[in-house]
């Protein structure tokens, strides 16, 4: 006989056996959805017979003592073993009628569970006194509107007559309010821990989260998150209930704006008369006091209203001023389980009821919280200081001062306190964010989450306080987590000072990738840099002055030009602004071209960091005045003034910028014969890649292209000769890639396949596991094999790559994008490629161009499988998203494309009732007609012809034979204006045009 576990064991190893991969929740649910679908038999073939009322009900069987291997029969597991079986996790189980089997057997599940979070099972017992919480009655008391009784009437009569049946005690329900403030982060584990303690306490129909925001005049909303942007924010009132029914939590530490200015008293008080309401302070008690809620110990006291209702009164200890009129009190509790446990047992008891606890007093017009007035000796470092360690917890103190050494990130504050401090919480956290050593720094894209940073002179007053060794032990922390967030090629700067403090190599496994000093046009720069060098690079650096200080030297520019070298390996911009000012103050000394050359250079690396690299006018600026210094005839001052010239592009985006960088990359030559192999190398490799943008620009044109791919190959010919890094050898190899793909594409000979594949070969080995080159390597191998037509190929190096993406990055998105457009347009499998587009427009970021492609080949999918399976919501849905392509789109080319996908949709739809009726195809097709015009300008256009043909073959259907010829003879002639100008047009399309014209014209 076979026990209910080895069933359970030989299901899951023949649902692994056909790729099923569920959860053992999911086993749980649909087990007992099969107990209550499928009779089960008795081994006769008949169901079994109710069992009987008052029989025992049966008990589950106990679990075994220990993990034997159950034994399956031969075939069952398809390969699988039955240990795994049992080991492994997620199973999943669908309806057994679904997969057309038989009846199923009955039989308990043993899987596990969930693990709870930390201190959720001792919020669970202490909130177990709300079950004996009674909401009020409705009132007035009666009868209610039974909806379902009444809607069944109405369809059986056709008559609207209401059915009512006797009130009933309404369901409980909770809900769970945190205040959306700079430290809302810090106490979501404290809202997730009651969340699921209300969820799994079986009290509640339903259990909300929501958060509180400021509105632009102060008044409190109410969205969905703590992003106002996405939390779609509502008046709170609307949240208001009356009814009693659904209890209220409002987890905060009241110092947000919306306490200080009164308004979330205000709504405290307004909500607290028609339903049970409490605070949940994290804070300690004694800071309760500093807070705009200050609370005080007492007694809390239930008394049961006429209606049958709560109502909650507070008698303080002692005896202070008596609360003003129209006060109501509202708990405060601790998030403990004695504190919430005392409330829910003053809510559950089923009369008047007393226990301790603390309240505070609010007002239906609470004022604002008084502004002291600034005490100009209060905000020196050592009165910050001062005044923290006067109230702060011996731990919170310990946290500030290991705080020191580390960039202040959210991330990695916790990673300090797990890996450092574990006898620390969220409570020690918010007293050093609070305690006015530190300031909220504004939000950067991509960031791991918010940033703070030290009032001025607080650090360096910390430092001291903190051992170099323990520096070193929290230097290495951070260095593994910016290598797991950010990737190995990171400049991780925290490894390199952990080397530098301790004198030993950097950290195993943690490369350290300097930039090139002479690489504008590498894969670091001429860009912003990215959120992780500047969060990561200059409090490390500030840590190493600290502990290693470095004696100036005399010469004004041998400093800067330490200074500079110092940036290159460190990010951070405090030697930048050293640098500048020596060079300035050589420069107005007379320093000559020297000056000028190290003055411009870091007015290039200025713009090139990461906070002034977002101001494009502040770049911009910088990045003039430093052609404008760069005038001598040097060699390095040439190098440096197209480095600069290449960066003006990049931010103005005019091809002027490029011809300018090209002039001067090939006036360079050595002042006493050939140059030096460093310089030609630079230089070399340098137009190589302003000749590769420029072909772009150009739209590829030929000349360029073959340029830029002989100066690159003999670039990369050098750097391999001088065993350069790995990073400028891969970025080079790349470009020679898209060059000779480039070249190719206009006219100038097909690449060799197996020579690009051979470059991209050596451009991943030279990328040593970097997952940002590497991804840039495997989707120009998808690229490759893309142009030769290998889809299966594309198809694996586009899984790889996909496999290496950041999940939430940008570029993830486009790669997606170009994967699902390569497998709808090339490779015939617009399934698949439809749900890798839907995937990329989840997860897309706030970027028009980007969403609009992404609408434009989502809408083509859902149309070309309506046209294969007749699918109507198909239809609809494609067209919808092809609109909104076309609307949304910034590019003219774009929008005209996206008209014609739309105007070519819609005539699939039944044909108008008569010929007067306004066609929506004919409107998209007028619309893709006006912006290819635009997008063309004097040139003739293939989306022109296209519409052209479109609109002519609806003139058609429509019975207009005269605008149809026109439309004809109108794509014919566009059409033939392309071939003049060198494209070629499609021959099926010009043969069924020229067809149609010669029809017409015989009639």
Not at 20 to 44: F, K, N, Q, S, Y
Not at 633 to 652: C, I, K
Not at 924 to 933: G, Q
Request: with cysteine.
């Amino acid at each position: 006989m076979t026990t209910p576990d080895r069933r359970l064991a030989e299901l899951v190893a023949r649902l692994r056996g056909v790729g099923m991969d569920p959860t053992a929740e999911e086993i749980a649910e649909a087990v007992w959805l099969a107990l209550r679908l499928v009779p089960a038999t008795d081994g006769t073939g008949e169901p079994p017979r109710d069992p009987d009322p008052a029989a025992d009900p049966p008990t589950a069987p106990a679990p075994p003592t220990g993990d034997p291997a159950p034994h399956l029969p031969s075939g069952t597991g398809g390969g699988t073993s039955p240990d795994t079986a049992e080991r492994t996790g997620a199973v999943s189980l669908y309806a057994p009628a679904r997969h057309g089997t038989g009846h199923a057997h009955a039989f308990p599940v043993r899987a596990p569970s969930a693990k709870a979070a930390s201190g959720v099972p001792a919020l669970q017992r202490a909130l177990r006194p709300l079950h004996g919480y009674r909401p009020p009655p409705p009132h007035p008391p009666g009868r209610t509107l039974d909806e379902e009784a009444t809607a069944e009437r109405v369809a059986r009569e056709g008559v609207v007559r209401p059915v009512f049946r006797p009130a009933a005690r309404q369901e409980r329900e909770i809900r769970l309010l945190m205040d959306a403030t700079p430290t809302t982060s810090v106490w979501q584990s404290t809202l997730d821990r009651l969340r699921q303690a209300c969820e799994q306490l079986g009290v509640f129909r339903d259990v909300r989260v929501h958060y509180l925001h400021p509105a632009r005049d102060g008044t409190p909303l109410i969205g969905t998150g703590p992003d106002p942007a996405h939390a779609r924010p509502r008046a709170a009132d609307r949240y208001r209930d009356t009814t009693g029914r659904r209890l209220t939590l409002v987890v905060s530490d009241c110092v947000g704006p919306l306490w200080q200015s009164g308004g979330a008293q205000r709504l405290l008080h307004r909500w607290s008369a028609g339903a049970p309401l409490a605070v949940v302070q994290p804070l300690p008690p004694r800071l309760w006091r500093h807070t705009a809620l200050p609370a005080e110990p007492g007694a809390l006291v239930r008394e049961t209203g006429g209606a049958g209702g709560v109502s909650l009164g507070f008698v303080p200890d002692g005896y202070g001023p008596v609360p003003p009129p129209g006060a109501r009190s509202v708990p405060v509790l601790p998030p403990t389980p004695q504190a919430l446990g005392s409330w829910a047992r003053l809510l559950g008891a089923g009369g008047p009821h007393t226990v301790r606890g603390a309240a505070a007093w609010v007002l239906p017009h609470h004022p604002a919280r008084p502004v002291s007035p600034p005490d100009p000796g209060a905000r020196t470092p050592e009165a910050r200081l001062r005044a923290f360690r006067a109230g702060a917890s011996p731990g919170a103190l310990e946290l500030a001062v290991h705080l020191a050494a580390v960039p202040l990130v959210l991330p990695v504050i916790r990673l300090v306190q797990e890996t450092m401090l574990p006898h620390t919480g969220p409570t020690e956290l918010a007293e050093v964010l609070l305690g006015g050593l530190l300031e909220r720094l504004s939000d950067l894209e991509r960031s791991p989450g918010p940033r703070y940073a030290f009032a001025p002179g607080v650090r360096e007053r910390l430092l001291p306080m903190l051992d170099r060794d323990v520096a070193v032990l929290l230097l290495k922390h951070v260095s593994e987590y910016v290598a797991q967030r950010f990737g190995q090629g990171t400049r991780n700067f925290p490894a390199l000072a952990v080397a530098r403090l301790t004198g030993r190599a950097p950290l195993e496994g943690t490369p350290i990738d300097v930039p090139d000093p002479d690489g504008p046009f590498g894969d670091d720069a001429g860009e912003a840099a990215e959120p992780g060098d500047e969060l990561f690079a200059e409090v490390p650096a500030r840590v190493v002055r600290w502990y290693q200080p470095v004696r100036p030297v005399p010469d004004l520019l041998d400093e800067a030009e330490r200074l500079l070298v110092q940036w290159r390996s460190q990010r951070d911009r405090e030697p930048l602004r050293q640098a500048r000012a020596l060079a300035e103050s050589a420069l107005d000394a007379g320093g000559g071209e020297r000056a000028r050359l190290l003055l411009g250079r870091t007015l290039r690396a200025l713009a090139q960091s990461g906070d002034l690299g977002r101001d494009l006018d502040h770049h911009r600026r910088l990045l003039r005045r430093a052609v404008g210094l760069l005038t001598g005839s040097g060699v390095e001052t040439a190098l440096e003034r197209a480095a600069a010239q290449y960066g003006l592009w990049l931010v103005e985006r005019d091809p002027e910028r490029l011809l300018e960088a090209e002039e001067t990359l090939r006036a360079v030559t050595g002042e006493d014969g050939p140059p030096p192999p460093e310089i030609e190398r630079t230089r070399r490799l340098r137009l190589g890649r302003v000749l590769l943008e420029l072909a772009r620009v150009r739209g590829g044109a030929s000349r360029e292209a073959a340029e830029a791919a002989r100066e690159l190959r003999a670039a990369c010919d050098l750097l391999d000769a001088a065993g350069a890094a790995g990073g400028r050898r891969c970025a080079a190899l790349l470009d020679l890639v898209a060059a000779l793909r480039l070249n190719g594409e206009r006219g100038g000979g097909l690449p060799d396949l197996q020579e690009l594949l051979e470059l991209l070969d050596r451009a991943e080995a030279a990328a040593d596991g970097d997952d940002a080159l590497l991804l840039r390597c495997l989707r120009a191998r998808a690229a490759v094999h893309h142009d030769a037509g290998d889809w299966e190929a594309a198809d694996r190096a586009y899984a790889e790559a996909e496999s290496r993406a950041d999940p939430d990055s940008p570029e993830r998105c486009e790669l997606l994008l170009e994967w699902g457009g390569m497998l709808l347009d090339e490779a015939g499998r617009p399934d698949r490629a439809e749900g890798l587009l839907r995937e990329a427009l989840t997860n897309a970021p706030d970027d028009a161009s980007l969403q609009s492609r992404l609408h434009l080949l989502l809408g083509r999918a859902l149309v070309g499988r309506y046209r294969r399976e007749r699918f109507l919501p198909d239809l609809y849905e494609g067209c919808h998203l092809l609109e909104r392509a076309a609307r949304k789109a910034p590019e003219a080319a774009w929008r005209a494309e996206a008209w014609l996908a739309l105007g070519e949709a819609r005539a699939d739809f039944p044909e108008p009732a008569s010929r007067d009726d306004s066609s929506p195809a004919e409107a998209a097709w007028n619309a893709a007609l006006r912006e290819a015009r635009e997008a063309a300008g004097t040139r003739a256009s293939a989306t022109a012809a296209r519409a052209l043909r479109g609109r002519g073959f609806l003139y058609e259907r429509l019975g207009r034979p005269r605008a149809a010829l026109a439309d004809h003879r109108a794509a014919e002639a566009e059409w033939r204006r392309l071939a003049e100008e060198g494209t070629e047009p499609p021959e099926a399309e010009v043969r069924e045009v020229r067809a149609r014209v010669a029809e017409r014209e015989t009639e």
